[in-house]
Structures are given as C-alpha cells and as structure tokens.
C-alpha cells in the first residue's frame, strides 16, 4: 500500500512516518495501519532557529573561498599552458620547426606545469567540506541506501521485518540531515547576500570616486591609490560571490 507525500507528490509507503524523498513528517494514514515492530530510530527534531541576525561571514569560511577562489585560478591557468604545450607539440609532430628551437619553449611549459600541479595539491588538502555540503553528502547516501533497499526487498534478497527497521531509521536519518541541511543553507544564503551587498557597496564606491575625481573634488594621487585599493577589494569580494554562488549551486 501506497500513498502520495503532500509536500513533494512522491508516493510513499502507507506506513512512512517521514517522505523519503522530501524528508516531510507524514501524518497518520487514511486507512487503518498494519501493525509493525517496534523501531529503535529516534525521531526527527523540529528545527528552530532563533540565532541573531547574520552581520558579517565567518572568517574560516572566507578563507575557504579564498582557497577555493585559488584553485579555480590555478585551474585556468594550468589550462592555458596545456594548450599552449599541445600547439608546440602539433608543430613538432608537423615539422614546421626544429627540435631545439621549440625544446627551448616546451620545457620551461612543463615546469610550470609540474609547479602548478605541485601547489593545487597542496591548495586542495587545505579545503574543507561546509555545513550544507556535509548535511547533503548524508542526505542523499540515506537516500541512496534506502532506494538499494527498496531493490533488494523487490528482488527478495531482505526479509520484511529487516526492511521495515532499515527503512525506518533511513527515512528519519532522512528527516534529520534535510533539516540540518535545510538550516544551513539558508544560513549559507546570508553569507552570499551580504558578501553581494558588500560588492555591490565597493562598486558604488568606486563609481562614486569616479565622479569626485572627475569634477576636481579629488586629487589625482589621492584617486589613484584609492582606485586601486577599491579594486582590489572589488575583485576579491566578485571572486568570492562567484565561488559561493556555484558551490551553492551545486546543491
């Protein structure tokens, strides 16, 4: 027996305590239940959030970014030397130059390259999962486990009570991880919006700058150095909604 979640549409069982798809707590069912063993698997909190306002982001998580922001740096350019190490080598195969004059070019391209591997390795131990990263890597492995279960109970390979207990404690592992993972990724979009209004803050400022200078109100030297400060400070914010936005994205 089966029956439709209310939150997402997916059908359940008609016993299901929690949606396995969703994590919704399902009220009980219209028809009278069959009874079942009793469960050892707790139940899923209710998540309360009663935390101050977010006034500025944690600095272990611009940190993260900033790493993040680098190996995507690291990346591109490791791109480019690749290509251009293709093209030197499609001219050797060509024979469109000597030997010695493109060994001359190709060999200082393999060592940045070797160097470059050497720091994104170095780069990647340093980065560490976020909350909502580590809340969604669980959600969807008890989802994983309770759709192999659902195989194996069809194909008979699980008896009906280990089934009705497994699946019990993954639908309110479920539960628990969409509520954690729920929490901190809303916590996690108040980071980006504020790391997006303090972008778009510096861009006005600059802009602002801009027109001072242009009316004569400030000084040519005095522009110069806070341009670049202000620029500087731009681009680090842009890199850093840019990674938060696709890491976010990705879940």
Same mark, same amino acid.
């Given at each position: 027996m089966s029956r439709i979640c209310p939150n997402c549409g997916? /059908?359940?069982k008609d016993s299901a305590k929690f949606c396995k798809y969703c994590g919704s707590k399902l009220g009980a069912p219209v028809s009278t239940p069959v009874s079942r063993p009793v469960t050892t698997g707790r139940a899923a909190p209710t998540v309360v959030s009663d935390r101050e306002p977010v006034t500025e982001v944690p600095a272990e998580v611009l940190a993260q970014l900033k790493i993040r922001a680098q190996l995507?740096?690291?990346?591109d350019e490791e791109s480019e030397f690749l290509e251009e190490l293709d093209r030197l080598e499609k001219e050797l195969e060509q024979g469109d130059r000597s030997i010695a004059e493109l060994e001359k070019e190709i060999k200082p391209l393999q060592k940045k390259i070797k160097a470059l591997k050497t720091k994104e390795r170095k780069?990647? /131990?340093?980065v560490k999962e *976020?909350? *909502?990263?580590?809340?969604g890597k669980e959600r969807q492995r008890l989802k994983e486990r309770s759709e192999k279960l659902e195989e194996l109970k069809e194909s008979g390979k699980v008896r009906e009570s280990v089934y009705i207990r497994l699946q019990d404690e993954y639908e309110q592992g479920m539960a628990e991880s969409d509520a954690q993972y729920q929490e901190k990724v809303v916590l996690a979009r108040e980071w980006l919006a504020l790391l997006k209004a303090q972008y778009k803050a510096v861009r006005d400022e600059l802009s602002l700058l801009d027109a001072r200078h242009s009316v004569g109100e400030v000084k040519e030297t005095d522009y110069k150095s806070r341009k670049e400060n202000l620029e500087k400070r731009a681009k680090i914010l842009g890199h850093q909604v840019e990674i938060?936005?696709?890491?976010?994205?990705d879940f």
């Open positions: 997916q /059908s359940v995507m740096g690291i990346e780069l990647k /131990s340093k *976020f909350d *909502f990263e580590k809340a938060f936005e696709a890491v976010l994205r």
